[in-house]
């Protein structure tokens, strides 16, 4: 079946655009997350869906970054006046059920982001 | 302040050896832990997970201890095979500690290269 499949896999913005990325979960996925990964590093926790409920966004690392899911499916996660800093790749990955009763998170192959 | 940390960067292992990945943490609320592998230009998939009622868990090649008094956690795999190369990445969740506990906290990753 489909997996998770993000768009675009790479991106290429210069300093002070609006980027959005987006992230299409598995059928019937509960849970969406999102994390970004800086080059050498493992992915961080930026924000976490149940639905269409935005239960966490306590790793967005500052109000440039905005996410939404507003049909319980597809995600968007959107980065305002982007800077060199925001260059990394972000990963979608979805759960079949809450947080709680499903651990194991199905990634996207993720979306590079070049800031220049 | 690195709470899950891989501290070997590379791997190197013959084929039909034994595998050994380390993770150490030093967040005493995480209550459960994963790995995960990490192909080039893919997400990372979901490898195996641990408990921490459980020190060990098994799956086919792959066992995962955990030492819950040294906070540690290591990945065998066993007999390795060149398929394995990959990064492996060591994440953990407090599930029941409330705020934060939608996080998985991920190591940096330890490049495994199984040589034929």
């Known amino acids: 079946g489909a997996g998770v499949s993000q768009s675009p896999r790479y991106k290429v913005a210069k300093r002070g655009q609006d980027v959005a990325l987006r992230c299409d979960p598995i059928s019937g996925h509960v849970s969406l997350f999102w994390y970004q990964q800086a080059l050498g590093q493992g992915p961080e926790f930026l924000t976490y869906f149940q639905n269409e409920a935005q239960l966490d966004k306590s790793g967005l690392p500052s109000d440039r970054f905005f996410a939404e899911r507003p049909e319980g499916s597809v995600s968007t996660l959107k980065i305002q006046r982007t800077q060199q800093e925001d260059s990394a790749v972000y990963l979608c990955?979805?759960?079949?059920?809450?947080?709680?009763?499903?651990?194991?998170?199905?990634f996207g192959p993720g979306t590079r982001l070049t800031v220049t | 302040d690195q709470q899950v940390k891989q501290n070997s960067p590379s791997l190197s292992v013959q084929e039909g050896r034994i595998s050994i990945l380390n993770c150490d943490y030093t967040?005493?609320?995480?209550?459960?832990f994963l790995w995960y592998k990490k192909y080039p230009a893919e997400g990372p998939t979901f490898l195996i997970s641990?408990?921490?009622?459980?020190d060990k868990n098994e799956d086919g090649r792959f066992t995962v201890f955990l030492n819950k008094s040294a906070k540690h956690l290591s990945l065998h795999i066993v007999p390795s095979q060149p398929g394995d190369s990959a990064v492996y990445f060591c994440a953990a969740s407090a599930l029941d500690s409330g705020a934060g506990s939608y996080q998985l906290t991920f190591g940096k990753g330890t490049k495994l290269s199984v040589i034929p």
């Open positions: 641990i408990s921490s009622i459980k």
């Open positions: 990955a979805s759960s079949p059920g809450t947080w709680r009763g499903s651990y194991e998170q199905y």
């Open positions: 967040n005493s609320m995480f209550d459960y």
